[in-house]
């Protein structure tokens, strides 16, 4: 490892030459930035990583049954495992999606659930993301320009190579697709992850489209070529739900195919992931987790949820307003560290109003334990000091036939000394992830 | 008693338009209150109509014109018997069902406007669901007055309270958001009404396990000359008419004619 | 090419355009820029006329700078580079993250020129770089449609850059019979009757250079 620090120039400028970028909208300008990579691995044991999958393996398979359930029986809802409310007043609950059946019945294709390590040495799930999870190009391409950089550093280490992650994904679209072509719809080039988008393309062998490039006749889906229309079976979509069809959701999206969805529910192309996924990765359904592996799977729960308070319950409420400046406080229709508040750095005032907020609208509101996790060290910019810094870890869970974990992930850090977000959108670095094999 | 219906869009295009996809919830759906006996479907440029029923159980009617065209004319009639009866009863027994009405939506998420009104209602309010919704529906009617123009398919509860005015629409998202401020499942209903030329939208409210329909823009129960196309959590759910056509130079002008007459007399001229 | 959209010919057809377009004003900077340094100062006047650039300069200098690296002038060097940029990054799955790395160095390298007190060096990596990427092209891409397509803009581009610099016509000659022998390998729309007017009409002397161009303007015309 101390090996790889040496070669920092090396993989930067490997990094600059692949177009390693995301995307970022500053003052309504795009620019392109490269996303700071960080040499020193994130390393996981074999021991400590076999947990986490089988974790994350239970996690996920109990997501996808429940998302079944919503949008069918309901039937978790009716045995009272979880009140209706927070099933229908979430923003991410699709009511156009009622009945829906996905193909093979999988839902969430691609789970991003993301991780933090406490000092406890326990790993706690911090979110899980069902809709568009991004990210995985990260640790890959640094995965193999790192290879390239530094060889020596990978010699006789036994780290699991992550290089198969294109494969897992053209497996995963083969399996459930409905016959047809491969496609990776992406907004544009203008999306923060463009380049993910493209580089997926190329190493899954799936066509990259834009929603022009679509057309939905006779409620299948076809890409419109120079040589005539051909059949599409899978569609690794990266638009949102609200933007995806304009005669389903959104009237006014410009980047959505018309007729997408009523292709899907007849059940003539697979969607990965499926709309109205977001029901599940909701903030505030997030405490439901364990309830629901128990529910659907009979087994207790293997994933760690971060001690979650809902102030919906009266009890988790009074405990909420009397420990406020220890929690943190999310809203749950935000996403991306946007409406996270640590109750401590509050103002007198603010804090008031944000008490009256919660009381007003509790269903809005979670309030977690703040987790003291473990900092990982970074290289400092002078390429010698170390210097520590909050880091989670996103894990990918591929649902195909089997439901796998990517041995890899991407590992995000906060630039910001005190601050404990670590996302892209908010400057943070990132990190390849290392799983020992032995 | 039994309806004869016809509903007629027309649209017209500026500028010649390809790739027309048209979505369309105008179907009368089967309930305890109303049977479809009768259904006929016309569309000019002629394509091929395709039928479905959404995540809630709306008709749908659907299709594609993929050539150049500068009109569009879909009509659809049929016969609608009607029971006369008050209610509905609800679908599902576990009552799970119930919350999605209870829960604010797009178009009815109460702002300090909705929440004053409703704190003012309160002080006078019956005990009784029914007794409330009849309360909160004469408010309503009270407070509004009916002019179109003044807010549009985008407006929300909130603004059309605020503004004091609207169309049938906003007298039924406002209806809603109180009825669900009180903890009664509400829902909006999009159909046809005798002597009304236009598409027509109410609320239906439920008090103990049955489904009300009471029509906030007339102050009037729903009765057996209202025909219901589809239910839902409020307009968004329930759009008659959906599309998008390809040619961003061209304007639509659109034009509904509807008719609803009970069997026995004949038909108002169509315009 | 079994898949290709009428937007991932025109991005390929127009990769080639621009990084040729690069290129050959690369080679007419070099003459240009070696005559400016010390022999004739009004010499860049008449460039700007041959190539239809607005003749908004204020000295030599100025003209020698701003014609490489100013992004703000359309007709750049640079600018014509960030042209042929965003059009292949947006085929990374057609041409190879290989292929388009070459495209990333070279803009890498021209941003390193702005600053550089002798910028022909940075320019002369662009264009090895350039060379680089052709080479990449013909070996990592299978596709043979692909390939060709962006050649197609190539040869469009030159055909239309020695027109404008009153070439022999038996450079014309042969730009244009490489653009019959392989236009038909790929799936670009185009026009052939323009393509073989355009063949003829280099054939023949007493053709003018001005309608021969705008003859060649006319073989792939805009399809999207």
Known sequence: MQELNKHVKSINHLLERYGVRFGIYKDGVFKEQLFPFDPIPRVIGKEEWDEIEAGLIQRVTALNLFLSDIYGEKKIVKDGVIPPEFIFSSSGYLTACEGLKTPKGIASHISGIDLVQGKDGKWYILEDNLRIPSGASYPLIARDLCRTASPGTFAGTHVADNRDYPKMLRDTMDYVSTGGLNVILTPGRYNAAFFEHSYFAEKTGAVLVYNTDLTVEDDKVYLKTAAGNQRVGAIYRRTSDEYLDPLAFNPESLIGVPGLFQAMRKGNVAILNAPGNGVADDKGIYYFVPKMVEYYLGEECKTNNAPTYLPYYEEDKKYVLDHFDDLVIKDVAEAGGYGVVFGNTLTKEKKADFIELIKTEPRRFIAQEVIDFVDLDILDEDGVTLIPRKADLRAYVLTGEDVRVWKSGLTRFSRNPDSFIVNSSQGGGFKDTWVLQH | ?271 | MGTATLGKLDSLYWLGRYIERVYQSINMYKSTYDRLIDQDAELYKGECEKMGIPDNFTSAQDFAWKIAFDTDNPLSIISNLYRAYDNAMVMRDEISSETLAYVHLALAEIKRGKKSEAPLMELQNVEDLIFAFWGCLDDKVDNESVRNTVKIGKRVERLDILLRRDADREDLQREVSRLVARIDTTCLPYNRKALLYAAAMVEDDSSDYEDIKKMVWDIVPPFL
């Open chain 2, 1 to 271: 008693m039994l309806l004869d219906f016809r509903y007629r869009m027309a649209l017209e295009f500026s500028d010649p338009v390809e790739d027309q996809y048209f979505v369309m919830r105008c179907i009368p759906r089967d309930t305890d209150r109303q049977k479809l006996t009768e259904l006929s479907t016309e569309v000019e440029p002629d394509t091929a109509v395709r039928s479905d029923t959404d995540g809630l159980g709306n008709s749908m009617l659907y299709g594609l014109i993929r050539e150049k065209h500068t009109s569009f004319l879909l009509t659809v009639s049929g016969t609608v018997e009607t029971t006369g009866s008050l209610y509905e009863e609800h679908e599902d027994p576990s009552a799970v069902e119930l919350f999605r009405y209870t829960a604010p939506s797009g178009y009815t998420q109460p702002g300090p406007e909705l929440l004053s009104a409703y704190t003012m209602l309160a002080e006078t309010a019956p005990a009784d669901d029914y007794g409330r919704l009849i309360h909160y529906a004469r408010y309503v009617r009270d407070t509004m007055e009916y002019l179109p123009g003044t807010t549009d398919v985008h407006t929300t509860a909130e603004e059309a309270l605020r503004l004091r005015k609207g169309v049938c629409q906003d007298y039924a998202h406002v209806l809603i958001t109180l009825l669900r401020l009180a903890g009664i499942p509400a829902r909006y209903a999009a159909g046809l009404m005798r002597g009304e030329g236009e598409s027509h939208a109410w609320v239906e409210a439920n008090c103990s396990g049955y489904w009300y329909g009471i029509d906030p823009t007339n102050n009037l129960l729903v009765d057996d000359s209202y025909i219901k196309f589809s239910h839902g959590r409020d307009y968004e759910d329930c759009m008659v008419s959906r599309g998008i056509f390809r040619n961003p130079r061209a304007i639509q002008t659109m034009g509904i004619a509807v008719s609803v007459v009970p069997e026995d007399q004949e038909a108002a001229p169509q315009q």
